[in-house]
């Protein structure tokens, strides 16, 4: 007869037949009775809440999360309403129980167009933040197609996996930025003796991901462990936003609301166009004319802009989230017990140059960088408390860096 513990209590099979034994006071359980109890606990729990952690009652609501964003982005309030509605609509998708009417809500991807430094990634990231679902980040400049050099359309879901853990079901309710959607534009409308690997190759392999389709993936990627096991995702409940400066598509929207600009007939509307401002009347025909396949174009149905950073609003960035710049390194000196403070003419001199780069807010972390970094180098070791920036001193170290160096004439 088998001794206490030699077998399990749930199944009577013996130690030898089973991967593992977990031996508790009086009795033992083997590993596959554990996993099944764990299944049952999980779907019999009272109050169960959905694979994402959200219940309906629980879900942002439109306007809060445009408040939530408005606490880390400045402006940008046309973007930020429509990520808002579209991520809130996606949301109760899922949540969304089946009734006999039989309607289904289907899938609002998102694009994003605006030039660099305006806030595309940080939206983004900043709702999945707030939503507290796995999200990745995918460079669309290294994709190719498969079999090519760079990496396979899957690697966008690998990404995704990894931010879950491997949570598989919690990933197929992630939300995935792919930045840079722009630099796989077609290159050209005349056939070439060449494929468009990296171009109109990758668009039509983002399209069954877009649409919602499983997809076996590679977990630690293809090319260096062809043999692993893949993984089955289903891209149905995935939030794909894509972002791109789409750099040289203003000449495009202007040629478009110009077509007809001399004569009786000549559109009186275009006297009233904002030339300052021409992604605000992007249209998918524009997307089209820049390079975008139709059948991408159609699966990203929300369509939405990013306004160019004047100088207030990069004053505002500068000092006003709860992230910002200077709120950060405020923090890494308290983090050595020294306190910094600056003059607020400091602030305009560093977006003064900000401008002059024309780098949107990324321009701004690198002025204050090239002004801090002495201090930052030297001031740990030291025994001073305190750091007052005024503007000769953020001047005197600015011309001595070599950021200085990359003043756009």
């Known amino acids: ?15 030898r037949e089973v ?12 590993d596959d009775c554990a996993q099944q109890a764990y299944e049952i606990v999980k779907e019999q729990m009272p109050g169960k809440r959905s694979s994402f952690g959200l219940d309906q009652k629980d879900l942002p609501r439109p306007e809060d999360i445009k408040t939530f964003l ?31 009417d039989d309607v289904e809500i289907e899938k609002s991807n998102i694009i994003m167009v605006g030039a660099t430094g305006t806030g595309k990634t940080l939206l983004a990231r900043t709702i999945a933040k707030l939503l507290h679902v796995p999200f990745a980040i995918v460079d669309a400049t290294v994709l190719t197609e498969a079999g ?6 899957e690697s966008i879901l690998t990404r995704l996996l990894q931010a879950a853990d491997y949570d598989v079901e ?55 462990h062809p043999e692993q096991k893949m993984i089955a995702v289903d891209t149905k409940n995935i939030l794909f936003v894509c972002g791109g400066a789409f750099d040289g598509i203003e000449k495009k929207i202007a040629q478009r609301l110009n077509t007809r600009v001399v004569g009786y007939a000549a559109n009186e509307s275009t006297a009233q166009v904002d030339r300052n401002n021409l992604l605000k009347y992007i249209t998918p025909t ?19 802009y990013l306004n160019p950073l004047d100088r207030s609003a990069l004053r505002n960035i500068l000092t006003e989230p709860k992230n910002s710049i200077i709120r950060q390194y405020v923090k890494l000196f308290a983090m050595d017990d020294i306190e910094l403070t600056f003059d607020e003419d400091v602030f305009e001199f560093i977006v003064d140059k900000a401008l002059e780069f024309k780098l949107g807010a990324r321009g701004l972390r690198s002025i204050v960088e090239a002004v801090m970094m002495d201090a930052m180098y030297s001031m740990p070791s030291a025994n001073e408390k305190e750091l007052h920036v005024t503007l000769e001193y953020a001047k005197d170290k600015f011309e001595k860096s070599d950021v200085n160096r990359l003043q756009i004439a």
């Not at 513990?5 to 130690?15: I, K």
């Not at 991967?19 to 083997?30: H, K, Q, R």
């Not at 090519?148 to 359309?153: A, F, N, P």
């Open 1 to 15: 007869m088998a001794k206490t513990g030699d077998s399990c209590a749930f199944c009577g099979r013996s130690s």
């Open 19 to 30: 991967n593992m034994l977990i031996n508790g006071v009086s009795a033992a359980i083997c």
């Open 70 to 100: 408005d606490q880390y982005v400045i402006g940008q309030d046309d973007a930020k309403r429509y990520l808002s509605v579209a991520v809130y609509n996606h949301y109760k998708r899922l949540l969304q129980k089946v009734t006999a």
């Open 148 to 153: 090519y050099v760079g990496e396979d359309i």
């Open 170 to 224: 919690a990933a197929q309710r992630g939300i995935v930025f792919i930045d840079e959607i722009d630099k796989i534009a077609r290159k050209s409308d005349n056939p070439s003796i060449t494929r468009d690997v990296s171009g109109e190759g990758v668009q039509q392999g983002l399209l069954k991901l877009l649409e919602g389709s499983i997809v076996n993936v590679p977990p630690q990627g293809g090319r260096k």
């Open 286 to 304: 524009d997307l089209k004319s820049f390079g975008l396949i139709p059948e991408i174009i159609g699966r990203l149905p929300i369509l939405t």
